[in-house]
């Protein structure tokens, strides 16, 4: 069983190799949009200052809460996409039939599938995640919570753009609401879930999972409490599984299609 | 041995419908209709360890679904497939291990890779040790001489090279059966020659059967030594190629080229196709009327040229997929 794992590991990895290989072949490109993607984000650190020069205290967070928000925001957006970035292309794979080539080879298909490609410009939302935690709010501690709650958060991204991706397995054009979920939850990862109240606030924890994702893991880096740890941990599992769950009964009606395409 | 068994074997899709302009669009959101498509119905076969089989039929008439539940693609609605004895919808990681596919229309080499590190991954894949994928790849790149481009980005490769490398990397984990779908589409007629010779000498030296789906009848008539035909999701012929073309070939073409005012024979058994000047083309049908019979209702002397030849396979292919099999005789 060790083997299998590690051998399913070993073309995960060589994948997620493969994929940034093909992005560094234009090497300006390469560098200019991890860069450009960092200074994109940085642009919003302006934003906030100005409000909070307004403002002490917003949704009950300080600047240095928000920067974290943001970085964390940022960095579990960004490893998603850099090792998972298919995942946000399921519908097209499902509809055109390209998920052929991925069923014919001995390996866990999901996992073929979520490591295929990968977003260059999601190095620099990764890299400047890590910087705002590093300038705003550093501690050895949150250091290491920080780096737990971009794993857990990439997992939440991927398993919700997942679960979105798997209803094109039922529903024909289910791709429009889908993108639709997935980039709300990117949006309101980037506000103090402070100024969210009463059926937003619902929303954001049981329907859209951004409250596991951001939200809590934010809240335990300002006032760590073992147990949220472990309703985060916890929820990031459940909803993994039942992701998977719902991506291999999808599998099941996959119809594949005739069209003619190509690996780039 | 059997390696593919094929048992009443079905699928059907569910499409949907809509009725024509906005009024059907509109009308289809409030009570969507579908309806059932019978892609593959109760198709039955068996395919031998080593034989090289052509499984044809026209666009939409099932082949490629076939295939699909062949490896594990798609799930059948219903019969039973077997693949060296493994289910491909219960087990399909474990059947990928022994079979190998090329689909034509589809590339599964990565383009900015060089073939050389394509076949490193698809020997990781395939779980190959370092050892033995390097061993694999140099025997493979003798056999299919890619000595020349295998450190080429694929993406730099031309068509043939790049149908080369498919092949090589289907190949890498030494596969028992290899199903080709459309092989040499978009291929020259040289390179078309040289991977149909790549394929006959990997059936015979590494003894892999072949269950190839092309329209190309070259492929057919060069490669395979039995077909398959299958239309509207129903098998309509299952037979070697030597029967297929001695025995349903009973038409010859006969083109004559004559003296101006020559007269023509006219007799039954013998039709005139065209007759232009001094060419003229006539069918006979040689279960009426034998070969030589018919050549005495020729008049020798006004006869300048001749040639006999026989009803191309394309178009007995054509005449089956119109009948569906059942009017066999009359070819």
């Known amino acids: 069983m060790s083997m299998v794992v590690k051998n399913e590991l070993r073309v995960c990895l060589l994948s997620v190799k493969y994929n940034i290989m093909r992005e560094m072949l234009n090497k300006v490109t390469f560098l200019t949009n991890i860069l450009f993607m960092a200074l994109n984000n ?69 996992l073929s599938v979520l490591t295929s490609a990968t977003s260059t410009s999601a190095i620099g939302d990764f890299l400047y995640g ?52 997935v980039s709300s939850m990117i949006s309101f990862g980037t506000y103090p879930d402070g100024i969210f109240k009463g059926m937003v606030k619902f929303l954001l924890y049981l329907v859209i999972p951004i409250g596991m994702a951001i939200y809590q893991p934010v809240h335990i880096m300002i006032s760590f409490d073992a147990g949220k740890l472990l309703v985060v941990l916890g929820y990031t599992f459940l909803l993994s599984a039942a992701a998977v769950f719902v991506f291999y009964r999808g599998l099941r009606r996959y119809s594949s299609s005739s069209l003619m395409g190509a690996k780039v | 041995m059997n390696v593919i068994e094929a048992e009443n074997l079905s699928k059907t899709f569910r499409v949907k419908q809509k009725e024509k302009g906005m009024k059907g669009s509109l009308k289809a959101i409030l009570h969507p209709r579908t309806e059932s498509v019978q892609a593959v119905d109760r198709i039955s076969f068996t395919v031998k360890e080593g034989e090289m089989l052509a499984f044809i039929g026209p666009n939409g008439a099932g082949k490629s679904t076939t295939i699909k539940m062949l490896t594990g693609i798609l799930y059948p609605d219903g019969g039973a497939v077997e693949v060296l004895g493994i289910n491909p919808a219960k087990r399909r ?46 025997e493979l790149s003798d056999i299919f001489e890619l000595d020349a481009f295998i450190n080429t980005p694929v993406r730099n490769l031309s068509l043939g090279q790049r149908i080369r490398c498919e092949l090589v990397a289907s190949l890498i984990h030494k596969p028992q059966v290899l199903f080709l779908d459309e092989p040499t589409i978009g291929l020259d007629p040289v390179v078309k020659e040289n991977i149909r010779s790549l394929i006959k000498q990997m059936n015979r030296e590494l003894h892999t059967t072949i269950f190839l789906t092309s329209h190309d009848i070259g492929d057919i008539e060069k490669l395979c030594k039995r077909i398959i035909i299958v239309n509207n999701g129903r ?26 005012d020559a007269p023509l024979p006219s007799t039954e058994g013998i039709t005139i196709l065209k007759r232009k000047g001094s060419h003229a083309k006539l069918e006979i049908d040689t279960s009426v009327i034998k070969i030589n019979d018919a050549l005495h209702h020729i008049d020798a002397e ?30």
């Open chain 2, 93 to 138: 990681k474990q059947l990928a291990y022994k079979i190998g596919t090329v689909f034509g229309q589809k590339e599964q080499l990565w383009t900015h890779l060089t073939p050389y590190d394509n076949f490193r991954f698809f020997g990781a894949i395939y779980d190959l040790s370092d050892k033995e994928a390097e061993t694999r790849i140099q």
């Open chain 2, 235 to 260: 098998l309509v012929l299952d037979d070697s190629m030597e029967h297929l073309k001695y025995h349903y070939l009973n038409k010859k073409i006969v083109e004559l080229k004559l003296q101006e």
């Open chain 1, 42 to 110: 940085a642009t919003f650190i302006v934003q906030w200052v100005i409000l909070f020069s307004l403002r002490e205290d917003i949704g009950g967070y300080a600047i240095q809460d928000v920067m974290l928000l943001w970085g964390l925001a940022a960095s579990a957006f960004g490893l998603s996409h850099i090792l998972f970035a298919r995942v946000f292309s399921l519908p097209e794979l499902i509809i055109n039939g390209k998920l052929d080539a991925y069923l014919v080879l001995p390996k866990n298909v999901l």
């Open chain 2, 302 to 331: 006004h006869v300048e040229d001749i040639n006999i030849s026989n009803i191309p396979l394309e178009n007995i292919i054509m005449e089956i997929y119109k009948s569906e099999g059942r009017e066999l005789a009359v070819l």
């Open chain 1, 130 to 181: 890590l910087i705002i935690l590093c300038v705003f709010s550093f501690s050895i501690g949150k250091f290491f919570l920080f780096l737990l709650f971009s794993i857990t958060g990439a997992v939440i991204y991927t398993a919700f753009a997942l679960l979105m991706g798997s209803l094109s397995f039922w529903f024909v054009r289910s791709e429009l609401f889908g993108s639709h979920m």
